[in-house]
């Protein structure tokens, strides 16, 4: 009854502590593809083929379903997968939804046609991959009319916070903050369109001020996930054991992965 979780490197473990706080019962097996992080800088075609092969793995380790924690492995290689690769007995869903359906207040299914909403003015704070990949922009335009997005490619930020830079990583985000803010000085929401970002939310919060609602994806997916699963239990695959596979060196991720959640992390060779 595993579900997989799929990252390229150590963003999602933002997803992985908040589904399994939510969903206690259900084994969760995560790969993080830190051999190859991070995918933001990376182009499409590179993009998909990592993120295949990180599908089959988890697959293979008995997850039916797999979420891709990886806001852009989500925005560039997602819709390519669905529209021939997964095989009808599987299912790979990505982050995007959950957020937008949050922004634009719509429940997870809702197909009607894209309606006002409240928020017209909206920040995306992103890597440059899910940036030029305007699949945010895409997504939103299907449930919503009428929202400026401003999205800023957040170079290097990624790296930082791999890295437990912090001082760096709270610079960084100050400046990608000041450089949008020149194009749009008064968002009223912002969106964390990355797994890292939530360890940096208060940062974000601080550099654009109260006024500003961001919103951050991990509670999001976590919420999304159990009212998919309660629609779709024949999803739950076959694994049982939880379990943190890594294509890096198994030693140092956990090691990362340990200072990145302030909690033990143990990670094993996939």
Not at 51 to 79: F, H, M, P, Q
Request: net charge negative.
């Amino acid at each position: 009854m595993a579900v997989g979780i799929f990252d390229s490197g150590l963003g999602g473990l933002t997803v992985l502590d908040a589904v399994s706080k939510a969903l206690p019962d259900v084994p969760f097996v995560y790969y993080g593809d830190n051999a190859h992080t991070p995918y933001g800088v990376r182009d499409a075609d590179d993009i998909y083929d990592l993120t295949t092969k990180g599908v089959e793995r988890l697959w293979a380790a008995g997850c039916d379903l797999v979420i891709l924690a990886c806001n852009t492995a989500s925005a560039a290689a997602l819709r390519r997968m669905q529209e021939g690769w997964i095989p009808e007995d599987k299912r790979v869903l990505g982050v995007f939804v959950p957020l937008i359906e949050a922004l634009t207040e719509r429940e997870w299914g809702d197909n009607s046609p894209p309606r006002e909403v409240a928020v017209k003015h909206v920040a995306l704070f992103a890597t440059p991959a899910t940036v030029s990949s305007r699949a945010f922009q895409r997504e939103l335009a299907f449930r919503a009319v009428g929202v400026d997005v401003e999205a800023q490619p957040c170079g290097g930020l990624v790296d930082a916070i791999e890295e437990g830079d912090e001082i760096l990583a709270e610079a960084l985000v100050r400046s990608h903050v000041e450089a949008l803010q020149r194009r749009m000085p008064t968002p009223e929401a912002a969106i964390l369109g990355c797994t890292h970002y939530p360890l940096m939310q208060n940062a974000f919060q601080e550099a654009l001020g109260p006024e500003v609602k961001v919103y951050s994806q991990a509670d999001l997916v976590a919420a999304s996930l159990g009212d998919y699963l309660k629609r779709h239990p024949d999803m739950l695959g076959s694994g049982t054991v939880s379990m943190n596979l890594t294509s890096g060196d198994p030693a140092r991720v956990s090691s990362k992965a340990t200072q990145f959640l302030r909690r033990k992390v143990e990670f094993h060779a996939a």
